[in-house]
T-cell receptor
Framework: DTGVSQDPRHKITKRGQNVTFRCDPISEHNRLYWYRQTLGQGPEFLTYFQNEAQLEKSRLLSDRFSAERPKGSFSTLEIQRTEQGDSAMYLC????????????FGPGTRLTVL | GNSVTQMEGPVTLSEEAFLTINCTYTATGYPSLFWYVQYPGEGLQLLLKATKADDKGSNKGFEATYRKETTSFHLEKGSVQVSDSAVYFCALSGGQAGTALIFGKGTTLSVSS
């Protein structure tokens, strides 16, 4: 399977703990995106990378959130001092440059903060 | 700002019925428009897209036409199947809306036999 993969698929943590999620994009895709989706809502943009450069961050991305894409391949999203409001599905997507920005999504990581 | 508005669901239809899910958008410039689908237990999949005014995107019997004059991108299918039951998201990106996808809230479709 050469699609976007995410790990873990599910994460349960206690409030105040740190969590890290990983995304592996489709191999030839130079753009990588993170979104957050809560129940009954559409995905909301968090941040995106072109190769290893983080080019845009949403105001939703508080200072407790940090994302990296160190070698322009996989990416990690870390949430520090988790809060119950962070409970959501975290989606990763990738695309090829400006090709109509058709983004391919991974299965998501479902985070539950107790 | 840039936004997408979809008709509220759920939409409940019998098999072989005609489907329309309305989507309108607000954006500066000339964004690309998309419909994504999320089947139960699965990730988001691109269903169809249109990149300029009057383009028609189509896939799996679904169609949507990019109407700049009415800022709409309504999803239609002539005869739905039980397997079409899913959540459908309208989205835009590009133009002055930037590279991120901006999604509507989603419309749940339930088709019964």
């Amino acid at each position: 399977d050469t699609g976007v993969s995410q790990d873990p698929r599910h994460k349960i943590t206690k409030r105040g703990q740190n969590v890290t999620f990983r995304c592996d994009p489709i191999s030839e895709h130079n753009r990588l995106y993170w979104y957050r989706q809560t129940l009954g809502q559409g995905p909301e943009f968090l941040t995106y990378f072109q190769n290893e450069a983080q080019l845009e961050k949403s105001r939703l991305l508080s200072d407790r959130f940090s994302a990296e894409r160190p070698k322009g391949s996989f990416s990690t999203l870390e949430i520090q001092r988790t809060e119950q409001g962070d409970s959501a599905m975290y989606l990763c997507a990738s695309s090829v440059g400006d090709l109509y920005n058709e983004q391919f999504f991974g299965p998501g990581t479902r985070l539950t903060v107790l | 700002g840039n936004s997408v508005t979809q008709m509220e669901g759920p939409v409940t239809l019998s098999e072989e019925a005609f489907l329309t899910i309305n989507c309108t958008y607000t954006a500066t410039g000339y964004p690309s428009l998309f419909w994504y689908v999320q089947y139960p237990g699965e990730g988001l999949q691109l269903l169809l897209k249109a990149t300029k005014a009057d383009d028609k995107g189509s896939n799996k019997g679904f169609e949507a036409t990019y109407r700049k004059e009415t800022t709409s991108f309504h999803l239609e299918k002539g005869s739905v199947q039980v397997s079409d039951s899913a959540v459908y998201f309208c989205a835009l990106s590009g133009g002055q809306a930037g590279t991120a996808l901006i999604f509507g809230k989603g419309t749940t479709l339930s088709v019964s036999s």
